[in-house]
């Protein structure tokens, strides 16, 4: 395997990663009840998915 003759400098580094960036998640709101759900999940409020309740919420 070859392996670098020296260093790389923190600069050259930085610019690599420039890319690498946190991206917020991709919320909608439910079909159910309204509230603000994360895609692709059950409602965390009501337990609807799909028009199907999957599970019942614990009382707050």
């Known amino acids: 395997m070859p392996n670098p003759k020296r260093r790389h400098s923190k600069a050259r580094s930085a610019k690599r990663r420039t890319h690498y960036k946190a991206v917020s998640p991709s919320v909608s ?3 159910n009840c ?12 009501c337990g609807a998915y799909k028009g199907r309740t999957m599970f019942v919420p614990k009382s707050a």
């Open 34 to 45: 309204g509230e603000i759900k994360l895609q692709h999940r059950a409602c965390p409020n």
């Open 29 to 31: 709101t439910c079909s």
